[in-house]
RNA sequence: GCGGGGAUGCCGGAAUUGGCAGACGGGACCGCCUGAAAAGCGGUUGAGACGAGUUCUCGUACGGGUUCGAAUCCCGUUCCCCGCA
């Protein structure tokens, strides 16, 4: 029989890279395991700290997998992600290891188990015009226009949400079809379900909250404000997406002297928070036929230990 | 002690200067989620009661008063801030 595939994820600071790197040296002796990084902001080469990357030392015990290797000028996305967990996958495989998908960004997993959309990557100068058209207007006049010209995807978006109306925009531009025409179009799943072995971390909310705010402070004195600066000295576009990583605008606006520190860090930590809040929601709805595992990293790891060998 | 200013939901603060208290923002909670997802977006949120909704009662530090009507005006009390002693 084919050996699993293991799904692991849960809100920040839930302690899910702990665990994974547990259950990965207690499967050495079941052929090895390998961590793969299912973290949208994690892949991102220059925030080590403000991302709680893995350290090297952790990366030196275990192989570890899609982390910080993407430069912070080029956006990684869900589609990204999945092309590359599948090769992942197929090369921890092909090597007798397990595959260990660890992350809290619900919608990568979802990517892996339920396939996305075949829509062909758009050209860049097509999505600058789509971001220009919205930030001209704003988004109810593009949800006027996408009515005009894509009524189906306009109906299912709230004239308020830009973003994804600046997506059904582009889509609609760059392929003359719909948003939701392609989406209708059956996916291919990355890992079929009933071989992988999925697990959401359990966590009290309070607990949860406080090991946020201490870990925040912790990152800042860590030098996450070097970090932020030396990303920043890169002079990048401001809408990237590791621009709006959990704390970079926090940083930010503290190196340009907008707040004081102890703002700084109370912002961040509060930012983290209402990130842990939006994971938990999706975790609960979206991740509900998941097992719930325990913090405690012993009981975890060998619950799924002993799922393995059946 | 004297003079001046102030006290409004969990928080910051609105309220045309006597006319629906709590706008707006934050937090909290609930939810949505298909290529930016650590993103983007929606809902609820003063208290209590019942017949459960276009309902009723209470509610702007506390106690009185004026008025058809008071967060707002008057008197007293408490506390806070600023200035002077």
């Known amino acids: 029989m ?7 994820t849960g809100p920040t600071a839930s302690g899910k890279s702990a665990l994974a790197l547990a259950l990965a040296s ?24 403000l991302t709680a990357r893995p350290s090297a030392a952790d ?6 997998r899609l982390y910080g290797m993407r430069p912070a000028d080029s956006p990684w996305s ?39 959309a075949a829509i062909p990557p758009i050209p860049d100068a097509i999505r600058e015009a789509a971001r220009a058209r919205l930030h001209r207007g704003g988004p109810e006049a593009l949800h006027r226009d996408l009515a005009a010209h894509d009524p189906e995807s306009a109906a299912t978006l709230r004239p308020t949400d830009s973003q994804r109306l600046t997506r059904a925009w582009e889509v609609l531009e760059a392929t003359g079809r719909s948003l939701s025409s392609w989406q209708r179009e059956a996916a291919a799943p990355v890992v079929p379900r009933e071989r992988c072995l999925c697990y959401v971390v ?11 705010d201490r870990r925040f402070r912790k990152m800042i004195e860590g030098g996450a404000v070097d970090e932020v600066e030396a990303l920043l000295a890169q002079g990048l576009a401001a809408d990237l997406p590791v621009m709006r990583a959990v704390g970079v605008p926090q940083v930010a606006a503290f190196l340009r002297a907008e707040i004081d520190r102890e703002t700084m860090i109370a912002q961040g930590s509060q930012a983290t928070r209402n990130l842990a809040k939006r994971q938990l929601t ?21 619950g799924i230990f002993a799922k393995i060998r059946q």
């Open 78 to 116: 869900v589609a990204a992600f999945r092309d590359a967990a599948a090769r992942e996958i197929a090369d921890a495989e092909g090597r007798g290891s397990i595959p260990v998908l660890v992350g809290g960004t619900g919608l990568y997993l979802k990517g892996l188990l339920d396939g996305i």
């Open 202 to 212: 359990e966590t009290e909310r309070p607990a949860l909250y406080d090991r946020i």
């Open 59 to 64: 990366e030196s015990l275990v192989p570890h």
């Open 26 to 49: 207690r499967l050495e002796s079941a052929g090895g395991a390998v961590i793969i990084n299912a973290d949208s902001m994690q892949v991102y080469r220059e925030l080590r700290i």
């Open 282 to 302: 999706w975790a609960r709805n979206q991740m509900s036929k998941w097992d719930r595992i325990a913090q405690d990293s012993e009981i975890a790891v060998e």
């Open 2 to 8: 084919d050996k699993p595939v293991v799904l692991l």
